[in-house]
């Protein structure tokens, strides 16, 4: 069998991969690298837009902050519109995830997300809530939110962590959360029918790990899977800076590359084996795994998951913990069935698994600003 058949017969690591990248960039094709490293550019933009916009008045400021809010693939799927002190959210269908996400589960999670930054940031902008799901005189899936002006002592901790909190897909450092810490996440729950599960010993820890593991594995045989999540990734800052969403290669520790280039490490060096091993490496380096389960497996409880695991996870930034997503065990209905029955959680429905521990910072995701999301009615 002759070497090149060997190097492009089967899947390649990822460091053979950055020595060929090091080795065959040199001069041939620099010029294509160049106009996709402005590195620090991607960081400074995706500093400044977590900054209070100017001259915004204060609905729009909290939209501002409903928009950072954890979402899956970063497709921001949701459209705002004020009316005095009424602010809708919808769905953006046309940011839907038909493939990983086919009964948009993880998109209304995602729109939980949305609205608890939104409360929070009304709470510290002056505003009590009062959310309505779905009410019959709105359009569907409309999620309405009345703001009433009102002055109170909010939790202005939670507020300072939403432009703070991110997907940190790092390997963590492995050491111990305090109990008094992992106590105050564990009661994280707004009044839902949302829990919250967290693994701190190894021996429970493994097993979950296998599913998520498993969930890879089926996940990156799928080619349907892998061409919905390259569209949502952005190789270059040039194009993460130019779409404002997507999922930067930055943010998981990726230099910037053209698209080109980061299409062909990709299809050399992303399968599901890669990806297990990978992601059992970042698990055994966390202190813990939360999961995040329903009594219900509908878009209510979708949404109230996502309102639980943004308080979650805004809790845990003002505590210094890090946290990063690994839905494959539920994105993956047989292994979905395998978890729920590994847990004896019966007619529960498991809904996000998280792992969470202690890391520096990665560089922060981007958002499309206000005026791209939001229309006045
Ligand atoms: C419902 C949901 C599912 C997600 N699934 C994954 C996932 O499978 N893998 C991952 O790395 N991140 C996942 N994320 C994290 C998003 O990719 C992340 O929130 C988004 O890229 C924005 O980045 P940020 O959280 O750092 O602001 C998920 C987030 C949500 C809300």
């Known amino acids: 069998m002759k070497n090149n058949d060997l190097l492009f017969s089967q899947p390649i690591s ?172 564990e009661k994280i729950k707004p009044k839902s029918d949302v829990y919250i599960q967290l693994f701190t010993d190894s021996k429970d820890i493994k097993p979950l790990t296998e599913l998520v593991m498993e969930g890879n594995i089926k996940q990156y045989d799928d080619d349907k899977f892998l061409e919905e999540l390259q569209t949502w990734i952005r190789f270059s800052d040039s194009e993460a800076i130019r779409t404002m969403d997507g999922l930067s290669g930055r943010c998981s520790g990726n230099p910037s590359v053209p698209r080109w280039f980061g299409k062909l490490f990709f299809s050399l060096t992303v399968n599901g084996k890669n990806q297990a091993k990978t992601d059992q490496k970042k698990i055994r380096t966390s202190s813990g795994l939360a999961l995040f389960i329903s009594e219900k497996d509908d878009k209510r409880s979708w949404v109230e998951t996502g309102r639980a695991f943004e308080r979650f996870a805004l809790l845990a930034t003002t505590l210094n913990i890090k946290n990063a997503h690994h839905n494959q065990p539920i994105e993956v209905p047989d292994v979905r069935n395998q978890l729920t029955g590994h847990l004896n959680l019966g007619s529960m429905k498991p809904q996000l698994l998280i792992r969470f521990g202690y890391a520096k910072p990665m560089p922060y995701s981007l958002r499309r600003p206000v005026d791209k999301i939001v229309t006045m009615s």
């Open 14 to 185: 990822r460091k053979q991969f950055m020595s060929i990248v090091v080795l065959t960039t040199s001069g041939l094709i620099m010029p294509s690298f160049l106009t996709g490293c402005s590195s620090s550019n991607y960081i400074q933009i995706s500093q400044d837009i977590r900054n209070r916009p100017n001259n915004i008045n204060k609905q729009l400021e909290i939209i501002h902050n409903a928009s950072f809010a954890a979402n899956g693939h970063n497709t921001q799927p949701w459209k705002f519109s004020i009316s005095q002190n009424t602010i809708r959210l919808l769905p953006d269908y046309s940011r839907r995830l038909p493939v990983v996400d086919p009964d948009d589960r993880e998109l209304f999670i995602s729109l939980g997300c949305a609205v608890e930054n939104l409360i929070i940031a009304a709470e510290n902008l002056g505003y009590m809530t009062e959310v309505q799901y779905f009410p019959k005189d709105e359009p569907i899936d409309c999620i309405r939110i009345n703001l009433k002006p009102f002055t109170s002592n909010a939790d202005e901790h939670l507020y300072k962590a939403i432009p703070v909190r991110q997907s940190t897909r790092s390997e963590y450092d492995g050491n111990p959360i305090p109990n008094a810490d992992l106590r105050q996440l």
